[in-house]
């Protein structure tokens, strides 16, 4: 008999693989133009991605983060479960003339091997539709395996911030017929990198300014999230957080 987490995984897998062809597009609609390029500029400079890199993007779905970023590095592993998500993938890379992108059908939560030596990892609202700790624990676990001593990592999940508890906005949903959803606190992110032996440097807001929509001068806007992404605290009040992590 399958578990409740079990149940919820399953159900996340049909979905992604019915909505494939959509997901950037609804993505998009969501959260707006603007802040899906403050989200890639918040990740390249937390890398500090080089054109020497081999970037591994786990839960990489149909690649938006993946073709994003892949113009600066030399390789980039995207690694899904959704086999419809890497096929929409590798369509869309090789219409946008992208050649550095392999890919990887993977479940995060189970044993697997990255047959790169990869130097920076991704991991985009991922963990946050993994009902279960010890699912999290596999999926952070796999990070550090398949990271080079000294490689470095960006986790980032939907943050459960100031606003988010001001909008009275629940930590978790358990939708039977939707996705599984939880929120995390900056000291949950770095707990579980600490749980599997990453080091944790610190923890990014990102998207300090998404609640303004980026409706009135939406370029300066989203410059200054970026910046604002960086300063002190800035996890506490974004929509979502990025906890930075290093491999020994």
Not at 193 to 201: A, E, K, N, Y
Not at 216 to 231: I, Q, V
């Amino acid at each position: 008999m399958l578990s409740d987490a079990d149940k919820a995984s399953r159900r996340e897998l049909e979905i992604r693989e019915a909505e494939a062809g959509q997901y950037e597009v609804r993505y998009i609609t969501q959260h707006g133009p603007w802040f899906v390029g403050v989200e890639v500029a918040v990740l390249r400079a937390a890398l500090e991605l080089q054109p020497t890199d081999v970037l591994a993007d786990f839960g990489c779905g149909t690649g938006r983060i993946t073709r994003a970023l892949a113009p600066y590095c030399r390789r980039v592993v995207a690694i899904d479960r959704s086999r419809q998500s890497l096929e929409v993938l590798r369509k869309r890379a090789r219409a946008d003339g992208l050649e550095n992108i392999s890919l990887l059908e993977a479940d995060l939560t189970e044993a697997m091997t990255v047959e790169a030596e990869v130097t920076k990892a991704v991991c985009v609202e991922v963990l946050q539709h993994i009902p279960d700790l010890e699912g999290r624990r596999k999926v952070v676990g796999n990070i550090r395996r398949s990271l080079v001593p000294g490689g470095r990592c960006a986790i980032v999940n939907e943050a459960y911030s100031i606003v988010r508890r001001i909008r009275s906005r629940p930590r978790e949903v358990t939708d039977g017929d939707g996705l599984f959803f939880h929120s995390f606190t900056s000291s949950e992110l770095r707990g579980l990198l600490t749980s599997v032996g990453l080091r944790p440097q610190r923890v990014l807001g990102c998207g300090v300014l998404y609640w303004t929509r980026y409706r009135f001068g939406p370029r300066a806007l989203a410059t200054l999230d970026e910046w604002a992404s960086f300063l002190p605290g800035a996890d506490r009040v974004a929509k979502f957080s990025a906890v930075i992590g290093e491999k020994s």
